[in-house]
């Protein structure tokens, strides 16, 4: 237990689907009939989950009828984690650190500094996406109760910091909202789209959280508006297993100066736990969503002067 880090890969490696992960499906449903506001922040991984024809107005009307009270996407707040991590990089590295290693994974991050503590200050101290979005919904909307909807059983462990408690209220994973449309009968194929598609504010960048190798990237490209002369080298982990042994090269002084980007989960967060699809599907199904983005980088959010509000919150 001690070296547990909430990935949740034994829940999907298990032959017998003997470990399960805690839910808070009841909680959150007796949060809405008892009249809370409950919005819901959808992760960037959530396009094709839910099936190749239902589009982002379509599971937005859906969770309406589920009874949240509105939809947000949280690829608003990946592109507020790119921002602040590329400015955090050009100010820190190598300056005043060897590497950085991306924050947007608990997986990765807890493990990084429980294996490695005496490198624990060279991972990103940036807020992650989840609790981005979080802090710019409560700080419009004091009373809310947020939802992360999600891949991933790392967030539940993240959810539950004292540091962040007070910002989500409750994680859900795919796999268990799917349960609860299932429960209400909902019917994708008749179901009408909703026409205030709440899911559409995201960049091409701040979708690409979803997969791996995507959070670099947005960083990078991030980081090339503050310093275009500045060249990043970057790798990426995939899996735990292979962020293990980046670390171990890092800590040797191999990656220096590098951008090191951890993902718990091998392809990502589209391979997460909680998600309903095959990996390959869902990264194709990203990617399509990505393209479609109205912005590309994450210089270009409408978002970024909020950056302000959710950090004088920490």
């Keep these: 237990y001690n070296k547990c880090v909430s990935c949740g890969m034994c829940l999907v490696n298990c032959p017998f689907g003997a470990i399960a992960d805690k839910s808070q499906i009841f909680q959150m449903i007796r949060a809405i009939q008892a009249g809370e506001r409950v919005y819901a922040a959808v992760a960037p991984a959530f396009v094709g989950q839910f099936g190749p024809k239902v589009t982002p107005g379509k599971l937005r009307a859906a969770m309406k009828q589920l009874g949240f009270a ?5 690829a608003i707040g990946a592109d507020l984690c790119a921002a602040q991590e590329a400015e955090d990089f050009v100010r820190e590295v190598p300056e005043e650190l060897p590497f950085m290693g991306t924050s947007c994974c608990p997986a990765w991050s807890v493990m990084a500094k429980k294996l ?3 490198h624990a200050h060279c991972i990103s101290m940036a807020l992650t996406p989840m609790v981005i979005t979080a802090r710019m ?5 004091p009373d809310a109760r947020i ?3 999600g891949p991933c059983a790392a967030k539940k462990l993240e959810a539950n910091r004292k540091s962040v408690r007070s910002d989500v209220d409750y994680v859900l994973t795919f796999e268990e909202l ?5 429960a209400k009968n909902i019917d994708f194929t008749t179901l009408e789209a909703d026409p205030e598609d709440g899911l559409n504010e995201g960049t091409s960048m701040g979708r690409g959280f979803a997969v791996g190798g ?5 960083v990078v490209e991030a980081i090339k508006h503050i310093d275009p002369t500045r060249e990043v080298q970057i790798e990426y982990g995939d899996g735990l297993r292979e962020c293990k042994k980046m670390l171990m090269m890092a800590k ?3 990656r220096n100066g590098y951008l090191l980007e951890g993902m ?3 392809g990502g967060c589209v391979a997460g736990a909680g998600t309903l699809r095959p990996v390959k599907e869902s990264t194709a199904s990203v990617e399509r969503f990505k393209n479609a983005a109205s912005s590309m980088s994450t210089t270009e959010s409408p978002y970024l002067d909020r950056l302000k509000d959710v950090e004088e919150k920490c």
Excluded at 137 to 141: E, G, T
Excluded at 178 to 182: E, T, V
Excluded at 214 to 218: L, M, Q
């Design 70 to 74: 509105d939809i947000i996407e949280v």
């Design 116 to 118: 490695h503590p005496d």
């Design 137 to 141: 919904v409560k700080k419009d909307h």
């Design 147 to 149: 939802c992360f909807i």
């Design 178 to 182: 799917q349960g609860m449309f299932d």
């Design 214 to 218: 995507g959070v670099a990237a947005a």
């Design 252 to 254: 040797a002084g191999k």
């Design 264 to 266: 718990g989960c091998p």
